[in-house]
């Protein structure tokens, strides 16, 4: 068969002319395996009998082979783009371990493809004029996160955290349709964002914990927050025991105050409040204080979902409960103490009033978190 030699020949010296610096290992390779190949095609042709239907099923797989053998010159511009991207990330995130983006670098490494990483991204108004308290709250949960990654020994270019701040970058917002800051949304290696890929602030908070617990769920990268040494809490609790210990050395002739009933009923009862109100909720999740809306410039102090809640709802929450405790009190002194007729009413009053007032407050609260609860006093 001198034509199906004189093919085998050809590619080989095919494939060495589009790239005469492949080593001579690689085209003896090659060569080894047109000659194998060679005498399967001999064979096969005193089986098929044939020499035009043969030739055509092995200009076909020559075809192929050379069509997917070679790299191709996008194939080979594709993957130094790659590379010089994921140098470019890697270069920015040794510097900041955010790395701040504008429109057109949000474009280019978010974006556009190639990419074999996923990007976490920010967005944020941190310009004074905004006067987004909540973004500075989250941007200091999301460098602490950004560090503990950055500074962890599991490290790598499969992940990286940028941030957009609508002053730097206001055309992607716009690109995004966002009308509101801070948002956090996963950009993965491969399709389009799903809706899971953005973080709902409102429901989960932004606090850097939660933020990594929502990050392993999208990549599978864990990531061990590490908090920076806060000593606010340690110097308190020592002045607050300080004030303690100086009060009892200065009493210690007179202890009858720790033996006071009303004195621990006023301390048990702050703490009822306290926890009751939400507080431990706040420190696990670390909501927002409230909600401005971009648009309108409202504020919220009440989240409207049963799910979350802001800071400020706690305190509200707080106020009414111990305004309630107050009318109770009030009502229970009228009916008890030894004052006079005209004064215990004046109490009787002022207490029915409070636990009605603020009860039914309390009440409309419940009914606007809780939508489709069917009770309500005074007030829906």
């Keep these: 068969m001198p034509e199906l030699s004189d093919t085998w020949s050809h590619l080989v010296v095919f494939h060495w002319s589009k790239d005469r610096n492949r080593p001579i ?34 200009y076909g797989f020559i075809f192929v082979i050379v069509l997917y053998g070679i ?20 270069d920015w ?20 493809q190639p990419r074999n990483y996923s990007v976490v991204v920010m967005f944020t108004a941190l310009q004074p004029q905004r006067q987004c308290g909540v973004c500075r709250q989250a941007d200091e949960e999301y460098q602490i996160l950004a560090n503990s990654w950055r500074y962890s020994s599991a490290f790598t270019n499969r992940i990286f955290f940028a941030a957009v701040d609508f002053d730097e ?36 908070g932004f606090a850097a914990e939660q ?17 920076p040494p806060n000593y606010a809490g340690p110097l308190m609790l020592g002045f607050l025991l300080a004030v303690v210990g100086g009060l009892v050395y200065l009493r210690r002739d007179n202890l009858d105050f720790l033996y006071n009933k009303n004195a621990w009923a006023f301390a048990a009862l702050c703490i009822v409040l306290i926890m009751t109100s939400g507080q431990m909720w706040n420190h696990i999740r670390g909501p927002p204080y409230a909600h401005k809306n971009p648009n309108t410039g409202q504020v919220s102090y ?5 799910q979350a809640q802001f800071v400020a709802e706690t305190h509200i929450v707080l106020l009414f409960n111990a305004a309630v405790t107050l009318g109770m009190v009030l009502l229970h002194e009228a009916a008890t103490s030894d004052m006079d007729v005209g004064k215990r009413k004046i109490m009787c009053v002022a207490g029915i009033g409070l636990v009605v007032l603020f009860f039914s407050w309390l009440l409309s609260i419940f009914r606007a978190k809780y939508h489709g609860y ?3 006093f005074l007030m829906s």
């Design 25 to 58: 290992g690689k085209l003896l390779e090659e060569t080894f395996c047109c000659s194998f190949l060679h005498v399967i095609s001999t064979t096969y042709y005193a089986v098929l009998g044939s020499a035009e239907m043969f030739l055509k099923l092995w």
């Design 71 to 90: 790299p191709s010159d996008g194939q080979k511009k594709k993957e130094a783009l790659l590379a010089d991207k994921v140098a470019q990330m890697m």
């Design 93 to 112: 995130a040794s510097r900041r371990a955010v790395i701040r983006m504008n429109g057109e670098k949000f474009r280019r490494f978010v974006r556009a």
């Design 169 to 204: 970058g206001s055309d992607v917002f716009q690109m995004l349709n966002m009308n509101s800051a801070p948002s956090f949304i996963h950009f993965p290696p491969k399709g389009k964002s799903k809706q899971a890929d953005t973080y709902e602030l409102q429901v989960r």
């Design 211 to 227: 933020l990594a617990r929502w990050i392993a769920d999208r990549t599978d990268v864990h990531i061990r927050v590490i908090r």
């Design 302 to 306: 009440i989240h409207s979902s049963s």
């Design 374 to 376: 069917p009770y309500s």
